[in-house]
């Protein structure tokens, strides 16, 4: 017997959970599965929507002026301005007040560890008072023991990029005795924790804010790494702030991502608010079809096959990062329905030699119509019930457009509406 | 005559390398210029087997007795670089019983210790072995790690007074009244380590004897001096797996062939390799079938290959050489043997000696030939000594394994880095400052970056092989711009981010013929980490035009409620 709902989304990142909420406010019954763990804490958090165009022009001010431009078959194209918009404004719903940057439809500059910034439509507001169009002087912090931030070296490059501020940066031991090499989660919990050190009442926040007050020359922000606490960033960012009497924001950082981590926390508290049954750590094994509709899917549950049924499916498993999309030596497939990707025939032909070029596997995925369905290679959908969203489609480089998080939510949103509409 | 005679080396692989330190152990005045990093050309290269002799035990029983004495050697001095795997000819059922003996017996006559194993004792020491192989022979094989071979020998040279020029190409011989008396070079960035955006500087190097150890670049050299040197480059594939499949050399006990050895190396397994011969050693095609002949031809013998991860495949240039005149056609019958070439001999070119052909394993022995060679041409009557004296690292290396502390670092790590950095270790690691882990997947620490960086200045990919850091699974995903950091402050920040550029594309070069599957995977990955979050396929100092932030987002005034946008922010727009 079947395990029934209205609407099955398969897939646990931006895409699959943005789907399940825009499916479950239509009024569907919503379950969600995931195998694995989704490729948000390997992110920055950061909501990219649209900052360079596919022939690499930008930094883009207004993503909206060009989304109009994109060509057929991106993801933008195929479900238009409105469901970008829709998609936004359901996140903004689910973030709330922890972030930023719907105020207006431009883009922000945000420094990265890297020390380039970079264009993106809502960022955390612990990045927030981090904004390269901000005219108050910064001071990067970076710590001894944590590898890819380099402050002084980052602060050199925002200055070589022309940004409007002075910026200078400085690298501090942590004031906590720490392992040769500690992880970044070992950071953000010792901020929580804020526990007393050197035997006094002084706890890490003040600790490390002295620290920087020694270090600090006028500068009215303090960017630190992205490690400002796990479970209360808000609290160790507001005690760091009041002890160093400075604004204080967080420079995003590369995986484990403590925004990207904080953000599934929210993505996930969100699904259950909506009523949507989660289930993680099974793989969908295979599926069941009559004629053009897809009957059931099945999971592979500690090694029984189940079958789950419903009326309308939702494919959001990820591009080849996250696997939705596979590859061997002979070709690229989509594994759950194999759904037509298409790919040149030749493996060699997937790349360019330069290592920024302008790669085909960047855009490898399914192609979908405008209700999002995947079309077989002649252009028909593959089946009448079964939607794709985020980075399993293709015909879009999220890497060189910045625009992963915003094509998630855009389909997401649209595929997760069509789906809730055509189940109820 | 200057007081020491003073000899010019052309050429930074291991050949060079062991020549300038011979030389310079013999107490000559010695100068080594190399285009590129060390091992630039065909030591980076190669697959990192050392010989037991036991593949040339048929063909070529000359070859073979070098290789096992000269394995014997380098398990003593260079005892950190050598990993001591044991190798196994195993055979199929196709390949014939008349050749399994036939080596059994070669293997005997070059002095080359051998067991035969049944098909099941050989599967036991390797499990992943494919269950048809019908019997095997043990060899003394191992792997040893070329790059930290070569800068060991270089190092060594320096501490007996030898200049090393790295990114020093020569662009000119001087001739002077028809005898070569030195080199024109042209420093990438001036003289000493190499330091990116420095201006580059022409120096010409006069010098009593030169020596061209350019391997298959000897014919480039020569011809700047009106000389004819053929050598016959032959190109061949190695495949690098993500793990080790097998912990021993695998060999396929048959006639030549390609897509005939499995060396495990590091943590990694080396497929290998191709014999084809081309006609420019620094531009020849590097072709799909090549690799799928690894995979498939190789998981005859350990089947697991066929789905297995491959990280990278890169390509290597065999110095082939054969006199005029001996016309083979096959580049894989072409002799292992290497040639002194004197010119004056030869050509009535005084002053300079090439030295082709031969092979990795025994390049102490060239060098100590034509150590020997030149001393005889200045008079100078000191003796070798590089089979006696350990390399740098490798001085009671065993003793110190077993008493090592582990400098704050976690136990696998302190292991690798002892691995690698054999008896320096401890002058390296023992440092008061925080040590932590810039690459994850070697376990490469920030003091053993800066001890590379001491050496190779911004050149990151000369820090790469010194390290091996960005060498494992991901490829530098996780670490290029972390080791880019490391040069600053000692470095600027143009620096820092030019040398980033070179490593990154560096490391994508080998991966392009990897893609698909994991590594397609791992690609993708590393494109995001640094073209989305890093932004840097865009970097706004990259490019032309400046960037007018005050068009952006700056952060408004969200307590105020300021909204300027053009649509309603308030999420009326969905799910109703």
Known sequence: MAIEQDVLVVGGGLAGITAAISAAESGAHVRLVSYKQPTLRHASGLIDVLGYTPDGEGPIVDPFDAVEDLPEGHPYERVGPAAIEAGLDLFDDIAGDTY????????????????????????????AAGL??????????????????????????????????????????FPVELSADPKVTRFAHLLDQDKPIGGGTRGVRRALAELVNGRLDGEARVGFPAVLGDDHPREVRTDLAEHIGADVFEVPMGPPSLPGIRLEDRLYEALDEAGVSIETGNPVVGFEADGDRVESVVVDRTGNDVPYAAEEYVLATGGLV????????????????????????????WFEDEAFGDHRFARFGVDPDRELRPMDAGGTPEFSNLRAAGSVLGNYDFAAEKSGSGVSLATGFHAGRLAGEGAT | MADTPSVLVIGGGSTGCGIARDLAMRGLDVTLVEKGNLTHGTTGRMHGLLHSGGRYAVSDQASARECIQETRVLEEIASHCVEETGGLFVKRPEDTEEYF??????????????????????????????????????????AIDPFRLCVANAVSAENHGARIETHAEVTDLLVEAGEVVGVEVRHQSGKGTRSHGAAGTIEEIEADYVVNATGAWAGQIGEMAGVDIEVRPSKGVMTVMNVRQVDTVINRCK????????????????????????????????????????????????????????IRSYWGVRPLYEPPGSGTTDSEDITRDFFLLDHAERDGLPGMTSIVGGKFTTYRMMAEDISDHVCAKLGVSATCRTADVALPGSKNYRVLEDAMDDYGLTSPIAKRSTQRLGSRAEEVLSITDPNPVVCGCEGVTRAELQDAIGQAGTDLNAVRIRTRASMGNCQGGFCTHAMAQELHPEYDAAQSYAALDELYQERWKGQRHALWGEQLSQAMLTYALHATTMNRDSDPVDREEAIDFSAFDDGGDAATGTDTRTTAADGGAHGD
């Open chain 1, 100 to 127: 930023e940057g719907n105020h207006t439809d431009r883009n922000a500059l945000v420094p990265t560890h890297g020390g380039a910034v970079k264009p993106t439509a809502r960022y955390p507001d612990s990045t």
């Open chain 1, 132 to 173: 390269a169009s901000d005219g108050r002087d910064a001071l990067l912090v970076g710590f001894e023991r944590l590898v890819g931030f380099d402050a002084p070296l980052a602060a050199k490059h925002l200055a070589a990029a022309g940004a409007p501020f002075d910026a200078r940066g400085v690298t501090v031991e």
């Open chain 1, 322 to 349: 996250g696997k939705g999309i596979d590859s061997d030596r002979e070709g690229v497939e989509e594994p759950v329905f194999d759904c037509h990707v298409a790919q040149p025939s030749d493996r060699y032909d």
């Open chain 2, 101 to 142: 003996e036939r080596k059994l017996r070669g293997c005997d006559e070059c002095d080359i210790p051998t067991e035969v194993l049944s098909g099941r004792e050989a599967r036991q020491r390797e499990p992943y072995l494919a269950k048809d192989i019908d019997k095997a022979i043990t060899v003394p094989d191992g």
């Open chain 2, 255 to 310: 006639p030549k062939g390609n897509a005939d050895i499995i060396v495990p190396h590091e943590t990694t397994a080396i497929l290998g390799t191709t014999d084809a011969e081309v006609d420019d050693p620094e531009d020849y095609p590097e072709e799909q079938w090549e690799v799928d002949l690894m995979i498939d031809e190789l998981s005859k013998l350990v089947p697991k290959l066929q789905s297995a991860r491959t």
